[in-house]
Each structure stands twice: as C-alpha cells, then as structure tokens.
C-alpha cells in the first residue's frame, strides 16, 4: 500500500510498503479517509523529535484521523461497546492505553504508562491507506459530519480536555496565546462554556480575522504589549484563565503576565526546544495555577457532539486539502506558515492535481 514516511528531518516520501497483517481479535482494519496535520507532527517533521524523544526513521506520522471500516477480526467492539461492522465511517482515538496502569485505573487513560499512540514511535501513524487499530478505539461518525470534520475531533478534543481542566465558569474572561488550530478550537470551547470577554495573540492576521469570527478580541503581539493591552480592556485586572496554546517559549510568559492575580494559566502548547522560561516572580506574586494538559480524554463523544450540533465550527480552519501523494507539500507549506494556512487536511479521496 501507499505510505507517507519520515525518513529523516523535512525528509518525507511517498512509500510503497506492505499492507498491515489482518486484524485479529477486537481489531479492524481502517481504510483511512482523512488525516489532519498538527503541530506535534511538525516539531517531527522539522527537528526529529517531540520533547526529549528523538524519532527513529523511517515512521508514519499522523494521528488526527477518519475513515471507513474495511476489515474486521472476531467480536470488534466500538468505543460506545457496540459491534462495529465493516463499512461504518470512525473517527479513531490515536491513544490506545492499556486500561490496566494505576493512571488508567484512577480515569486518566491520557496519562497511561504503558500508553501506544498512532504516529508516535514505535507505533506508525495513519498517513497511508490503511491501518489497524483496536475496535475500541472507533467511534462511528454520524451523517452530517464528513471525513475531514471526523479527523478534527482530536484537536478538538484536545481544546474541550483544555477547557474542562481550566474548570471555566460563566462570565470568566480568557485569553488564548497561539491562535492556531488548538487555540481557535479553545476559543470557541471557552465561549461555549459561558467565557467572555475572550482575548486571542495572535501573529497571523488570517488567523486573528477568524479569531475574530469566533467572538474574540484579537491582539497582535508585534504591535504591542498583549498584557498591557488585555489590562487595558479589563480595568487593569487582567483574565481569570490564560491559555499558553502556541509553542510555549515566550508565550508562557506572556500568559502569566495577563492573567489576574491568583489566575490559572493552562499550558497547552508543546515547546519546540522542550523548555520554556517562567519568570518566577511573576507567577509567585500573582499566586498562580499553572496546569499542563497532557493530550485529552473521554472528550470524543462530546466533541461529535458539539460538531453535529452546529455548537463548534471545524470547518472554518481547514484551509487546505491535499492527496496522499502531495503529503510533503502539504507539510512544508505549513510548516513555512504559508498561504494563509490554518488547517491541512490530507484527503485520500481527493485526486492528485
Ligand atoms: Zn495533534
Ligand atoms: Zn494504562
């Protein structure tokens, strides 16, 4: 089958590989639709490494993923428990932890220790035309949600864990720092929840113009101050909850500089250098609460959901759709912020042009 691989830093090829075995028990085989690309994958892509974990080459990136069931072993059961059968449309969890750690026991499968996660070594992504994964990890797409939307439930359920862990309360006021695909998918979690005023830094002037669609003031950081500017606009008091949602580096700062005293500042965003500076003084004297979010979970269902209601717009970030066999134009145009890109979906339906 065909394979999209990583064989080294910005080194990505169309690859003719062996199909994966059959599925075995409580296993199917997907024939991927739709993978979205995210920034996680472009730390890969750029540097060979996502924190302090070098990626061996070659290895199939992607994780943000729909499709259709093409195959399937004895007794496959959805992640609802109910029989999946070849022919239904899923979106997949790329996580599959193993339900058996102590993290697992205690509700948090994102933090399973014995955690496998598509596209993540040693476990190949779904950049290709099939892949098997647990039935358990499917969950069947209604009707009115399309492949790309299918494919957009992990960021967004990214975005939803973020918010749920922020503990929001109606009427907060928020800033997201990063107004990328996570940090526009925040945004409209936090207004859902009831958040405003809203606030988004944001470089990109297209991605503040769709920021702005969502409800958010918008902030350019190259055209001043962002704290100051928030301040501003909150009497000085600054933002109950502030979302780091870009890389980290600066922008954690920036989030700690903008929230109230005694705030709480979400770290979303993973840093390319796998560091990022705190003054400590300004968290101390603030009495902040800084949380990490570590991936997302038990967010699907809400996240079709919201999607199928209309609650959430996901179509509005995918900006650009390529086939498998454009993959590496696909990611070096967003890896150079080009074209006014926010989304790149990679569309194995789609026809090469
Ligand atoms: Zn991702
Ligand atoms: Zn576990």
Redesign the pocket.
Known sequence: MRAVRLHGPCNLRLDDIPEPERPGPGEVMIGVRAV?I????LHTYRNARIGDTAVPFPLIPG??FSGIVDDAGELPTDANGKPLLPGTRVAVDPAQPCGKCEMCLRGHPNLCTQLHFCGLYPDNGALCERIRVPASTCFPLPDGLDAAAGAML??LG?ALHSVNLARLHKGDSVSVHGGGPIGLLILQAARLAGAGPLFVSEPLSWRRELAERFGAVTLDPAAGDVPRAIAGKTGGRGVDVAFEAGWAGPLAQEAAETVRHGGTVMLVGIPEDDGFTLKHSTARRKGLTLLFVRRMKHTYPEAIRLVERGLVDVASLITHRFPLERAPEAFALNDGYLDRVVKVIIDLRSRPS
């Open positions: 979205g995210c920034g996680s994958d994780h943000e992990e960021p990214v």
